[in-house]
C-alpha cells in the first residue's frame, strides 16, 4: 500500500490509493468503461466534440424548461468544461426561452489573498466567465433576474439556503485531476487527517466552504486558463459542497478529454460503478448518490498504455 503522496506529500491524494485499484483502473478499455453503468450510474459515450457540447447545453435548456413560478428549477454549472456556456445561450435566444422562473448554482469561486471571493473583473474569475460566456449573450428581455443567479462566496449562508428555495434538476461538473468535483479536493495530512484521509462518511457533511486547494489543481488551472502561469492561481477556493450535491436531482459529469487524463477518468468510473467511496479520490463519492450520469467525448478517453514522445 502506498502511504504517502508521490506527488505531494503533505497531501492525501490519489497515489496513496492500493495499487491494486490503480492498476485495475488502467487496464480497463473502451468497451470496459461503457459496461460499467449500472443502476444509478450511467456511462454515455459521444462520437464529437459538437454532440458532446450540444448535449451539455440541453442539459440546461431542460432543466429551465421545468421551472415554474410556482415550482422554479434551476441547473448548477461548472467552469470547466466551459464550450457548451455560449450554446446555452444561442438556444436561449433562439427558442425564445423567458428565465423569469429560472435559477442558476454557479460551483466554485477563487478566493483572493485579502481573504475575500474574486470578483466581476477578475481575469480567472467563475462568475465572470459564466457572465460573459453565457448570462451576458442572452437578450435581455429573456434574461434571468440576478436575484435568481447564486454565486457561491466566502459567507456563504446566503447562497446555501438558495438550494432550499428551487429545485436543482441537475448539477453538472468536470472532473479535476485531483479526481474533484467542483473544488472538493482531497485534503492536507495535518490534524486529525494526519496519519488517515477523512471517511466517506465525514466528507459527505462537508457544505459549501473555503478550501486550499491541492497542488496538483493548481498546475491544472494554470494549464487550462492561464498558459501555465501558475503564479497567478489563487491556492484557495469557495466550492459547492456534497451536502449540496446531495440535494441535486442528478450529477452529470462532462469528460471532453483535457481536465483529466485518460487513467483519472477510468478510475473514478471504476470506483463509482464498483461503489469503491474514498475521499482520496473525491469523485469516487458520488457512488452513493442515486443519480450520475458520466459523459465521454469517445476519442478522449484514450488509452493507458506506455507511449514515449
Known amino acids: 500500500m502506498i502511504t504517502k503522496s508521490m506527488v505531494a506529500p503533505e497531501w492525501w491524494d490519489f497515489t496513496t490509493l492500493d495499487k491494486d485499484i490503480l492498476d485495475k483502473a488502467a487496464r480497463l478499455t473502451e468497451k470496459d468503461v461503457a459496461r460499467l453503468g449500472r443502476k444509478g450510474f450511467e456511462v454515455r459515450f459521444y462520437d464529437t466534440v459538437q454532440e458532446l457540447y450540444c448535449a451539455e447545453a440541453l442539459e440546461y435548456i431542460s432543466a429551465w424548461r421545468q421551472s415554474t413560478a410556482s415550482s422554479p428549477a434551476g441547473i ?71 436575484e435568481n443567479m447564486h454565486f457561491p462566496s466566502v459567507n456563504s449562508m446566503k447562497y446555501c439556503k438558495s438550494w432550499d428555495n428551487a429545485r436543482c434538476v441537475v ?65 484557495r477556493a469557495v466550492t459547492v459542497g456534497p451536502i449540496e450535491t446531495w440535494k441535486a436531482e442528478c450529477v452529470s459529469i462532462w469528460h471532453p ?32 448518490h442515486p443519480n450520475v450520469r458520466y459523459n465521454f467525448l469517445r476519442g478522449a478517453l484514450g488509452t493507458c498504455t506506455i507511449e514515449m514522445h
Open 257 to 288: 478529454g483535457h481536465h483529466d487524463n485518460p487513467f483519472g477518468m477510468r478510475l473514478s468510473t471504476f470506483m463509482i460503478s464498483n461503489k469503491i467511496s474514498d475521499s482520496r479520490v473525491p469523485m469516487s463519492l458520488l457512488a452513493d
Open 76 to 146: 448548477c454549472g461548472p467552469i470547466g468544461p466551459t464550450e457548451q456556456l455560449p450554446i446555452v445561450a444561442q438556444m436561449v435566444n433562439a427558442m425564445d426561452l423567458n428565465l423569469k422562473n429560472c435559477h442558476f448554482w454557479g460551483m466554485d469561486e477563487w478566493v483572493l489573498g485579502n481573504g475575500r471571493e474574486a470578483g466581476i473583473d477578475f481575469p480567472l474569475g467563475f462568475a465572470k466567465a459564466d457572465m460573459d460566456l453565457c448570462f451576458n449573450k442572452i437578450r435581455k428581455e429573456l434574461r434571468m433576474p440576478a
Open 171 to 235: 448539477m453538472q461538473g468536470g472532473q479535476g485531476e485531483t479526481k474533484h468535483w467542483a473544488f472538493n479536493d482531497p485534503v492536507k495530512r495535518e490534524g486529525k487527517y494526519k496519519n488517515r484521509p477523512p471517511t466517506p462518511e465525514e466528507y459527505r457533511r462537508l457544505g459549501t466552504r473555503v478550501v486550499d486547494l491541492h497542488p496538483i489543481t493548481l498546475i491544472q488551472n494554470a494549464r487550462t486558463s492561464g498558459g501555465g502561469v501558475v503564479q497567478n492561481v489563487p491556492t
